[in-house]
Each structure stands twice: as C-alpha cells, then as structure tokens.
C-alpha cells in the first residue's frame, strides 16, 4: 500500500477528480462503523472523499461509486486505500464465493472522462500497450459503444498484481489531470441511467455477481443537447412520467408542475 502523505508535503501538487467503483461487499470496510474507515482515510490524504448512497450503483452494476478529489498524491493514496480493501475484505458467510467475485478482488474499477481515454490510449495505442507491458497488467477501456448514451464517463479496468495496480493508477491518474477537455461531475445523478420494471430513471436493481446485467438506456431519455435537471429532461415530452408515481407534466426548467 502506498506511504501516507502529509497534506503540507503536497499542496503545490496539480489537483484531479476521479471516480472508483466498489463492489457491495467491500462498501462496509470502506466507509467503516460510522463512517470511522473513511474519515481516518480523508484525514491521512487530505483527499475528499464520497460515497454514492446505499442503493446508487452505477449504471449495469451493482457497485458503489466513491468520488475522489485533491492532489495526485492524495487522491492516489485514496485509490490504492480502497483497493486494499477490495482485495482483503471477505464478503458476507452466508454469500459463495463466485468465480466473478474472485475476479473482481483482482482488478481495479475507475471511472474517468470520456475525452481522458484517447490519452490513456495513446497514439496507436502506444500509452496503454506500454503500461501492460512494462507492467505486466491488462487494461480494458469502455468502448464507445458499450458507453450509456448522454453518460460522458468510461470504465477503465486494470487487472494485476497489487503493485502493478498501484502504479498503473499513477499513471492513469496523471493522464486524466493533463486532459484539459475531461471533467468529472461529482453531482451526477446516476439515477436517471438506471432500469427498473421496464423504465428507465427511476431507482436502480441490478444484478451482482450471480445474474445476467439489464439491457443499456434507452436513447428517449436524452434530448438533441444532452441536458438534465433533477433527475429530468428539459424539454421531455409531456405525455410521458419518467418517474413511476409522479405527474408527467414537466416544466422547462426540469420540475414537476
């Protein structure tokens, strides 16, 4: 596991903002009783750190997100905190032990900006083809067309030894702070990506590591600019509730009227 760092020692440090995904299983030992886990890990890095609420996965999974922020160190000392616990925490005894669920205790989930990836890649993929080389890891980038419609993020997943993991989350790192297009939305409400009884934007039930993953959103849930307002289109037509329960008249400024 990668040295704490003093917050002094690294205050000059450019600053960066990533997303990493937590299976259900490992979310307790990293937010800990009462949160103590997470608090002791904010006040070591310096780093701020959140958690989606319980029942907010993200999008065809059924992890947790946990958003991270602040300098490079801090935020890699948080990455390779979680992954730790990824790997050492043990589920529930009344849970088996899938083959995906020791799979996953191997990889390390995060999520970046669309527009980071082609610097992760590199020219003729030379970036990503080093880094699994001189690393010895497998790198998979979210592709364009497994992407979710109007979700500008991708999944990258890095498979490897515990130090390769680290190192490769460095590097992953330093390219999403030089993307000076890339941005990651803390408030992002993945609610709206989400499929439940045959609708989408409204809770979320996936699968875990024993079923098959529900079908991507369908394209009726984004508007010709891509704009949402708690949890609603601007613009969406009138004729239709996105949300079971609620009127489906929705005023321009994304409220229920």
Known sequence: MASPKRKDSVSSSPSVTIKILIPSFTVGAVIGKGGEVIKAMKKESGAHIRVSQNGKYYPSTNERIAFISGTLEQVHQVICEINEKIRNDKP????????????????????????????????????????????????RIQNHEESIEGLDERIVTVKGSPESIESSANIILNHVEEDNFGKIDNNLDYDMFSYHNGYYGYGYYQHDYYGPPVPPPHPRYHDNRGYYYNGYMDNYPRSYAPRGGYSSRVSRGGGRT
């Open 92 to 139: 529930p005894e009344n849970k088996k032990i899938s083959l995906d669920l020791k799979e996953r205790k191997t990889q390390m989930k995060l999520i970046i900006p669309s527009s980071s990836a082609g610097k992760i890649i590199g020219k003729g993929g030379c970036n990503i083809r080093e880094m699994k080389e001189k690393l010895s890891v497998s790198v």
